[in-house]
C-alpha cells in the first residue's frame, strides 16, 4: 500500500486580522485590499481585475472620466448602474469600507445617518447575507460598531428603534448624547 502524504491546509487569519490590517490602510486603499484578500475566499467567482478597474473610476465624475478616454468612460457607467455581480460586489465593499472608517473614530463623532445605517438591514447585512465570509465580516464590524455605541453612552437598542422607525410606537426617548 503506498504511503500517502497529507498537506495541512494552511490555517486561514481570522477576519478580525483583516479588519485590523484596514483600518492602518491608506482610506483610499481599502476597498483594492478587502478584493484581493476576500474575493478569492467568497463562494461566488468574479472578475477580480473587473472589481478592480471598478474601484480606480470610484469617486470620478462623467466628464472627468470623459476627459481620461476609453475605458474610463464605460466603466464609470457600468459602476454606477451596478447591473453585474462584480460593480455590486464594489459597492458592498466600499459600504463595508465605511464602516471599517466609522468604527476607527468615537461614535459622537458619527451623524444620525451613520447611527441608523448601522441597524439598517438594506444597507449592508441583506448585501452580505448569501456568503459566509461577507456575512461574518459585516457581523463583526456591526458588533465593533456597537460597541462605539455603547463607550459614547449611547443605547443601541433604542436606535436600532429609530432606525426602523418604531421609536415612537415603543415611546422611547433617545439617549444619545449631544
Known amino acids: 500500500m503506498p504511503i500517502r502524504f497529507w ?29 484581493l484578500t476576500l474575493g478569492p475566499k467568497l463562494g461566488e467567482r468574479l472578475d477580480l481585475d473587473k472589481c478592480l478597474r471598478l474601484t480606480a473610476v470610484g469617486g470620478l465624475t462623467p466628464e472627468a472620466a470623459g476627459k481620461l478616454g476609453d475605458p474610463v468612460p464605460d466603466l464609470l457607467r457600468e459602476r454606477e448602474a451596478a447591473v453585474n455581480r462584480e460593480a455590486r460586489f464594489v459597492e458592498t465593499l466600499e459600504r463595508l469600507a465605511t464602516r471599517v472608517d466609522l468604527n476607527t473614530v468615537p461614535a459622537w463623532r458619527w451623524n444620525n445617518e451613520d447611527r441608523h445605517r448601522l441597524f439598517d438591514p438594506d444597507f449592508l447585512a441583506r448585501r452580505c447575507a448569501d456568503d459566509p465570509v461577507l456575512a461574518e465580516l459585516n457581523d463583526l464590524l456591526w458588533r465593533r460598531g456597537v460597541e462605539r455605541l455603547r463607550q459614547a453612552g449611547e443605547n443601541p437598542a433604542t436606535l ?7 421609536a415612537e410606537q415603543a415611546g422611547l426617548q433617545s439617549m444619545r448624547c449631544r
Open 160 to 166: 436600532a428603534l429609530e432606525a426602523m422607525g418604531l
Open 7 to 35: 498537506r495541512r491546509r494552511r490555517a486561514e487569519p481570522p477576519l478580525t486580522v483583516l479588519v485590523d490590517a484596514l483600518t492602518a490602510a491608506p482610506a483610499s486603499h481599502r476597498v483594492a485590499l478587502m478584493i
